[in-house]
C-alpha cells in the first residue's frame, strides 16, 4: 500500500470527522517515525500527548505483550492483576485513595462528573447537581462532556445537551462567587486549558477555586487528561499548583498509545460509587494497564521529570528566537508557539508534515507534545525544520 492508497480508501470508507494531514503513519520508533513511502518524520505531537514514551517504546512493548500472551480481557466480572497494580501504583505515586478505569478522556470525566452529582444529592438534596466550569475549557466530546465544556462552539448541532452546567471566566473571582450556590456540587477545571489554546490559568486563581469548594463543602474536580502523568514536568500538574482536588482525571499518556481513563478520588469522592452505580466493559483492560505500568515505570524513574523540564525550557528558549514567533505558552512539554498574524498556524502545520515534522495546532496556536523521552538530537531535528516551515511560509 502507498499513502495515496489510504488517503482514497480513508474518504471512501472513514466518516469523515477528522481534518487529518496528509501523512500515513507505517511505523515508529521514539519520536520518529515513518511513512509508507519510506519517508521519516520527527512527532512533535506524541498522538496528541498520548505516545508518553514515543512509538513502541521497547520496555512498554515487552510488558504490552507479555500480558497479551497471558490474558487480553476478561470483563470487570472477574479479577486481573494489572489494574490492581496500576491503580495501587496510582495511589501509592499521587496519595489518592481509589481509581476507576475507562477507556478515554471523556468517559473519565463523565466518571468524575456523576461522582459529585451522586455526592451533591446525598449531601444537600436532589437539586444540588449543577458543576461549574471555565470558559475555553474542553472536557471531550461525549454529550454530557460538551456541554461540560465551556466554549459555545462546541454546543451546536446535538440538541438537547446535558443539564447542569455553568461557564465562568477563568481569573474571574466575583464570577465564580456568583455562580456558586446550593445547588451547585462541583466545580471542574483543567489546569492548563490544551484544546483551548494552550493556556495556563492562574496559580493564585486555582487556590482560590479550590478554597470555594472547601468552604462550600462541595468537590473540587481537576481534568488532567492532557496535563497529567509527567506531561508538565511533575507527575500531576497539580503539584505546580499546590492544590490537592478530590478528584483527578487522567487518560492519554497513561496509556502510553493504549486507550485508557482513569478517576482518581481522594477518601471522600472514593466512597460516592457503589456496585452497579457504573462501570465500563473494557475499564482496567489488562493489556492497556500492563502498558500503563510501564509507563509509570520509566516516568518515576530518578531525573525523568527533571529531564522533562529541562527539555521544555530548551524547546522555549529556541522558539522564542524563531522567525514569526511572538509567544509562548504552556507548561513543561505541552507548549503552545503564537505567530505571526499573517501566518496561519494550520497552514504552518501542514507545510511541516510535508517536510517531516508532525505538529500539532491549538486555536491559533502551533502546539508542540513531543513524546516525553524525546532525544535532544530529535528536538534539534524538528526545530530546524520547524524554523525553515516558518520562514519559507
Ligand atoms: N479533557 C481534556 C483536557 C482533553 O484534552 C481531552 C482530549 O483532548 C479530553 C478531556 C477528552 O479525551 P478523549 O479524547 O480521550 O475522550
Keep these: 500500500m502507498t499513502d495515496q492508497d489510504i488517503f482514497h480508501k480513508d474518504t471512501e470508507y472513514i466518516a469523515h470527522t477528522y481534518q487529518r494531514f496528509p501523512v500515513a503513519v507505517r511505523c515508529g520508533h521514539g519520536a520518529t517515525a515513518e511513512d509508507f513511502e519510506g519517508n521519516s518524520y520527527i512527532d512533535?505531537?506524541?498522538g496528541i500527548g498520548t505516545n508518553s514514551l514515543g512509538f513502541c517504546n521497547e520496555g512498554w512493548v515487552a510488558a504490552v505483550t507479555e500480558q497479551l500472551r497471558l490474558v487480553q480481557h476478561t470483563s470487570n466480572l472477574f479479577y486481573t492483576m494489572p489494574d490492581v497494580l496500576l491503580a495501587e501504583r496510582l495511589c501509592r505515586e499521587t496519595g489518592y485513595a481509589k481509581v476507576f478505569f475507562g477507556n478515554s478522556g471523556a468517559?473519565?470525566?463523565e466518571g468524575a462528573i456523576k461522582v459529585a452529582r451522586k455526592y451533591g444529592r446525598e449531601k444537600k438534596g436532589e437539586r444540588c447537581n449543577q458543576i461549574i466550569t471555565l470558559k475555553n475549557s474542553f472536557h471531550g466530546r461525549t454529550v454530557t462532556t460538551l456541554a461540560a465544556t465551556g466554549q459555545d462552539s462546541f454546543h451546536q448541532h446535538f440538541f438537547p445537551f446535558t443539564e447542569g452546567f455553568r461557564y465562568v471566566e477563568a481569573g474571574n473571582r466575583q464570577q465564580l462567587q456568583e455562580a456558586v450556590d446550593n445547588s451547585v456540587c462541583g466545580i471542574m477545571v483543567e489546569l492548563v486549558q490544551g484544546e483551548g489554546g494552550v493556556t495556563a490559568i492562574d496559580k493564585s486563581y486555582a487556590k482560590y477555586v479550590?478554597?470555594?469548594c472547601i468552604e462550600n463543602g462541595i468537590l473540587f474536580l481537576v481534568d488532567e487528561v492532557q496535563t497529567g502523568i509527567g506531561r508538565t514536568g511533575t507527575f500531576l500538574c497539580c503539584e505546580q499548583?499546590?492544590?490537592r482536588p478530590n478528584i483527578i482525571t487522567l487518560a492519554k499518556g497513561l496509556g502510553g498509545g493504549l486507550p485508557i481513563?482513569?478517576?482518581?478520588?481522594d477518601d471522600v469522592a472514593g466512597k460516592v460509587l457503589g456496585p452497579g452505580q457504573h462501570g465500563s466493559?473494557?475499564?482496567g483492560n489488562p493489556v492497556v494497564c500492563a502498558g500503563g505500568i510501564e509507563v509509570l515505570d520509566q516516568i518515576c524513574?530518578?531525573?525523568?521529570?527533571?529531564d522533562v523540564s529541562a527539555k521544555a525550557d530548551y524547546l522555549c528558549e529556541q522558539l522564542r528566537t524563531m522567525p514569526g514567533v511572538t509567544e509562548i505558552s504552556g507548561m513543561g512539554l505541552m507548549i503552545g508557539v503564537s505567530v505571526d498574524e499573517g501566518l496561519d498556524a494550520r497552514k504552518v502545520a501542514e507545510r511541516c508534515a510535508k517536510t517531516g515534522l508532525l505538529i500539532l495546532t491549538a486555536k491559533k496556536k502551533l502546539r508542540i507534545m513531543p513524546p516525553l523521552n524525546i532525544t535532544l538530537d530529535e528536538i534539534n531535528k524538528?526545530?530546524?525544520i520547524l524554523s525553515r516551515c516558518l520562514s519559507e511560509i
Design 261 to 265: 481513563g482513569a478517576v482518581l478520588m
Design 44 to 46: 512533535f505531537g506524541s
Design 210 to 212: 479550590e478554597e470555594v
Design 301 to 306: 524513574r530518578k531525573g525523568f521529570l527533571s
Design 241 to 243: 499548583y499546590h492544590i
Design 382 to 384: 524538528g526545530l530546524n
Design 281 to 283: 466493559t473494557f475499564g
Design 107 to 109: 468517559e473519565a470525566n
